[in-house]
């Protein structure tokens, strides 16, 4: 372990497990622990509308949808959910390793992919809604 | 305890950016949007039958513990500012995240084999 700052300690209660998941360094400024706290409860709200989602529409659209596409709906939804809160907990402790050692934030991957994936899905539901009304 | 009664844990602290305040709202926030996600698991029941029994005792056990350790976060966060000190909150993380892991992959499988 790095020599700490004075005032800015390891805490004495940190247990192996974190200490090891945490990696080196001192604890950052708590404003920006609390930060990448409120961060990552964004990210998992985001991974529970998902969820919500995807449940929802397994659940409610029996008259909408085919069954096999009601499925498809409800399946990449759930599945984004699970990544999308794998990959939250992953890019705190990566933030938070990163906070630890004064190095650079890493970019979030997850928000191109997400970009990417809510607009083909947009662009299927249009396609959808053309050619279903037909 | 004497280290209470020592120095009496005071919920006030200097900050200006409220930043206790909007974390303890964003852990309620969430609480209440897997509140929000247990009861629409309860309209699988008819379908999936126990199955989806499951994430909701489950979702429900995550946020009451969450719950409970809500006030002692908090307690931290403030004492923690003042100290310029806080540590990670990596058992919450945890458990939150695998919560809402174990939900997805709860509905998956009831919506691949159910």
Redesign the interface.
Same mark, same amino acid.
């Given at each position: 372990m790095n020599s700490p700052e004075p005032g800015k300690a390891p805490s004495p209660d940190r247990d192996r497990i974190s200490a090891s998941l945490l990696g080196p360094g001192c604890e950052p400024d708590p404003r920006f622990t609390l930060a990448n706290e409120r961060t990552f409860l964004a990210w998992i709200r985001t991974a529970l509308a998902f969820l919500a989602g995807g449940i929802a529409v397994e659940a409610f659209t029996g008259d909408v949808f085919s069954p096999g596409l009601r499925r498809a709906v409800a399946l990449s939804l759930l599945v984004l959910a699970m990544l999308v809160s794998a990959s939250a907990c992953i890019r705190w402790l990566k933030v938070e390793r990163a906070m630890r050692v004064r190095k650079p934030l890493p970019l979030p991957v997850l928000v191109p992919i997400l970009s990417l994936g809510g607009a083909l899905v947009a662009a299927g539901l249009i396609v959808f809604l053309i050619y279903g009304a037909l | 305890m004497s280290r209470r009664a020592q120095a009496p844990v005071t919920l006030g602290h200097d900050?200006p950016?409220l930043?206790?305040e909007?974390?303890l709202l @964003?852990?309620r *926030?969430?609480l209440m949007? /897997?509140l929000?996600?247990c009861t629409?698991?309860l *309209?699988?029941i008819p379908?999936f039958g126990l199955i989806a029994l499951l994430p909701i005792v489950l979702a429900l056990m995550a946020g009451i513990l969450i719950q409970i350790g809500l006030n002692a976060r908090y307690r931290k966060?403030a004492k923690?500012?003042k100290?310029?000190?806080?540590? @990670?909150? /990596?058992?919450e993380?945890?458990v /939150?995240?695998a919560t809402?892991?174990v /939900?997805?992959?709860v509905?998956?499988y @009831?919506?691949?084999f159910g």
């Open positions: - | 900050d950016g930043q206790p909007r974390t @964003a852990w *926030r969430t949007t /897997l929000v996600v629409i698991f *309209r699988w379908h966060s923690g500012l100290q310029e000190r806080i540590p @990670a909150p /990596l058992r993380v945890v /939150l995240g809402v892991i /939900l997805s992959g509905g998956i @009831a919506v691949v």
